[in-house]
């Protein structure tokens, strides 16, 4: 008897209504009778993919000028170009885009990238593009402006977000420019980085085109 009542408690919802009656919901359209609807990362995601792209485009940061600003203290600029994980604290991230010739490509681990010689720059920095399959940190999603951690349920969503994001660079931005063929060719590129190092950017970039 035991198994049975909760095979049914499984396998759906019973609402009571006010009357006495009974109306069964079948797993998975609960939200008919809540009006909660399941979060799906992917849909979020291509909804404002548009804007997030000509947020970051618009708030972008000439990387040359910027590099040459920060004077090896990438965090110096966070009050001017920055935009902070936790809103006053936290880790920092730049949204920058600058043109340069691919030195490497480098595919043998999961989190590939290529190095960049940055046009109009000479300093010590090593300029590396991510081009996956894995994409590290969250600077995409953290800078963006269009949207914050206050729009999600929970942390879950808040990441969920930051990888549907990186999907989709991987799919519409990188995969698309054959990062494979693109040892010694010049890239235009606009991204963002988070500022861990004074040595060395990763950016993950959300347009790339190949002069």
């Avoid at 008897?1 to 009974?22: E, H, Q």
């Avoid at 919901?25 to 609807?37: D, N, Q, R, S, W």
């Avoid at 729009?151 to 931005?173: C, F, G, R």
């Amino acid at each position: 008897m035991k198994k049975r009542l909760l095979a049914l408690a499984v396998t759906a919802v019973l609402a009571v209504s006010a009357t006495g009656c009974v109306k069964v919901v079948k797993i998975g359209e609960e939200g008919a009778l809540t009006g909660k609807v399941e979060f799906n990362a992917g849909d979020s995601v291509s909804g404002l993919w548009e804007e997030a792209k000509v947020n970051i485009e618009e708030k972008a940061v000439e990387l040359p000028a910027f590099l040459q600003e920060a004077g090896g203290d990438l965090k110096s600029l966070a009050d001017k170009y920055g935009k902070y994980s936790m809103g006053t604290s936290g880790s920092i991230s730049y949204a920058v885009k600058g043109t340069g010739v691919v030195e490497e490509v480098n595919q043998e681990k999961k989190a590939g990238y290529m190095t960049v010689k940055l046009d109009g720059y000479d300093g010590p920095e090593v300029i590396k593009i991510q081009i996956g399959s894995i994409y590290k940190g969250s600077s995409t999603r953290d800078t963006l402006d269009i949207i914050d951690y206050g729009n999600y349920t929970n942390q879950e969503e808040w990441a969920a977000v930051s990888q549907e994001l990186h999907n989709k660079i991987d799919t519409d931005v990188i995969q698309a420019a054959d990062p494979a063929g693109l040892s010694g060719k010049t890239i235009t590129f606009t991204g963002t980085f988070t500022a861990e190092s004074n040595d060395e950017l990763l950016i993950t970039a959300v347009q790339l085109d190949v002069q």
